[in-house]
C-alpha cells in the first residue's frame, strides 16, 4: 500500500476505523456539494459525481496531503461556467463537453507546472488578492443563486445585473419555494454553528427530497432538479475539437491558479495540525491527476476543499485512505441514488450552495487590511501598507463589476502590482538612545539623537535591480546634508543582494568618496556577504562592520 500510496507510509492498520468513518462523514457532505457546484458550473448535476471518483482516488496516490479532500468546489466552478460559456456557444450538450475538457486541460496544466517545479508561482497570487476575488466571488455566487432561493427567472451579468434583475422579479416569487430554500438555508448554517460535525447539508438535502415526495411540491410551481442519469460517467477525451482546446488554454491557466491557490492553503494549515510537510510541487501533481481523472470521467473541475477537508479532520481521518473511502461510496451513489435527488428542490439545492460560500464572504478579514491601511506607523508604513488593501478592493470590485473571469485576470494583475512594493523599501533613519548606546529608528522613539556628521540608514528589504536605484536616491540624499562625512547602511535587514545593487554601490562608493563622504556597512547576513565578495566589491565594502556602532566609530575615528 505505501508504495501506491506514498502517504500511506508508516500507516497503523488500527487507524481504518478512523478512516472509514471519516470517508463515511465526508460522503455525507460530499454528494449533496457535488451536486451543487455542478449547477453553479452550468451543468447537469450529476456531472458533479462524476468528477469524485477518479479525482479522489487519484490524489490519493500522488498529493502529498493527508487530509485534504479534493472535488468541485464553488469557486472553479464558476470560473469554469465563465470559461466555457464563451466556448460553448449555447450548445448543452456541448458546454458539459467543454466542461470535462476544461478539467482535462486544467490537469494537464497542473502535471506539467508540478514536473516542472514550479510550485513556487503560487506565491505570485498574495494573500489579500485572493481575498479579495474570493469574497468577490462568493458575492456574485449567491447573487446567482439567490433566484432559485426565490422561484424566479433571474438573469445573467454581474452581480449588480443579478441583483437588479432579482430585484425586479420579486413580484413572482414562489410563495412555497421561498419556505423551502430559506428553510433549508437556515437548517444547514444553525447546524454548521450548533453541530459542526453533522451533515447538515445532506439533512436539508433529504428532508427537501421527503418534503416535496410527500406534498407533491413540484405541482405547487416548487422547481425540482428533474432526470439524473443512473449509472457510470463514459470514459474517455471529451468530445472536442483541437480549437476548443486551444480556447480554453488561456482560462485554464487561471483556473489553476485559484484552485492551487485555494487548496494548497488548506494542505498547510492541516499539514501544520497534523505536524507534517507538505511539498508544493507534489501538489501540482496531484491536482493534476485529480484533474485529468475528473476530465476523462465526463467531470469537472476539481481543486482542494478547506470546508470539506475540515470535516474530514473533525471526523478523525488519519490518511488519505479517507478520501479513497469517499470514492466507492460515490460510485454507489451514481448507481443506485440518483433517483432519490430528482425530486430535489432547486432551492434546497441553492441553500446548500449558498451556504457553502457564505463563509467566504469574509469580511473581517478586508476589515483587518483596512486597519492597516489606515494605521499610521508613519509616512513609510503607511504607505507600505496601503498596497494590500488596495490590491484586495481591486480583486473584489473586479470580480462584482466585470464578472468572473475579467475579475479573476484583475486579479492576477493586482498581485503583479503588488510586486512594486519591493521596489519602494522602507529606508529608515536611524540615531542612537541615550544610555544603552542601541541604535533606533529616529521616528520610533522621541530620545532618539543623531550621530554628528554620521547617517545611519536601514534598509528594510532586498537590494536589487528593482530597487536599486531608489536607494541610489536615498543615499546620495542623506550624503548630501550639511556637515555629514559618512553614510552607514545597517544590512541586517537586508535579506539578499544581487550584481545590479552591488556595482551600484560600488560606483555610489567612489562618487561620495569624491564628495568626501564615505559609505560604509554593517551587520550583513550571510548571502549578501558572500555575493558582496564574489561579485569583486570595492574594499570599502567588502570590510563590513559587525556592528553599527563599530561602523559609526571607523567613520568618525577615519579608521
Partial sequence: MPRLFPSLRGYRWQWLGRDAVAGATVWAVFVPEALAYATVAGVSPVVGLYAAPAALILYAVFGSSRHLV??????????????????????????????????????????????????????????????????????????????????????????????????????????????????????????????????????????????????????????????????????????????????????????????????????????????YEVDADRELIGLGAAGLGAGLSSGMVVNGSLSKTAVNWAAGARSQLSGVFVAPLTVITLLFLTGLFEKLPEAVLAGVVIAAVVELVDLASLAALHRVFTRRLGQDYGVAARPDFLAAVAALLGVLVFDTLPGLFIGIGASLLLLHRSSRPVVSELGQLPGNGHFTALDRHRDTRRIPGVVVLRVEGGIYFANAERIRSTVRKAAGSDGVTAVVIDAETVPFIDVSAVRMLDQLAGELEGRGVRLLLARDVGQVRDVLRTADAGAELRHVHPTVREAVEAARTGT
Avoid: C, W
Avoid at 82 to 107: K, M, Q
Avoid at 143 to 148: M, S
Avoid at 211 to 226: C, K, N, Q, S
Fill in 70 to 275: 479534493v472535488g468541485p468546489m464553488a469557486a472553479t466552478a464558476a470560473l469554469s461556467a465563465a470559461i466555457v460559456g464563451e466556448a460553448a456557444g449555447g450548445s448543452g450538450t456541448h458546454f458539459a463537453a467543454l466542461t470535462a475538457a476544461l478539467a482535462v486541460t486544467v490537469g494537464i496544466a497542473a502535471l506539467l507546472a508540478g514536473l516542472l517545479r514550479l510550485g513556487f508561482l503560487a506565491s505570485f497570487i498574495s494573500e489579500p488578492v485572493l481575498k479579495g476575488f474570493i469574497v468577490g466571488l462568493a458575492l456574485t455566487i449567491i447573487a446567482g443563486q439567490l433566484p432559485k432561493l426565490f422561484g424566479v427567472e433571474g438573469g445573467p451579468g454581474d452581480f449588480f445585473e443579478k441583483i437588479r434583475a432579482l430585484i425586479g422579479d420579486l413580484g413572482a416569487t414562489s410563495g412555497l419555494t421561498v419556505p423551502v430554500g430559506a428553510g433549508s438555508l437556515l437548517l444547514i448554517l444553525v447546524l454548521k454553528r450548533t453541530a459542526p460535525v453533522v451533515p447538515g447539508s445532506l439533512i436539508a438535502v433529504a428532508l427537501g427530497i421527503a418534503v416535496a415526495a410527500a406534498f407533491d411540491l413540484e405541482r405547487h410551481g416548487v422547481a425540482v432538479v428533474g432526470d439524473i442519469d443512473t449509472g457510470l460517467p463514459s470514459f474517455g477525451f471529451p468530445d472536442v475539437s483541437l480549437n476548443d482546446l486551444g480556447g480554453l488554454a488561456a482560462g485554464s491557466v487561471g483556473v489553476l491558479l485559484v484552485a492551487f491557490a485555494e487548496g494548497l492553503g488548506a494542505a498547510k494549515n492541516y499539514a501544520v495540525r497534523g505536524h
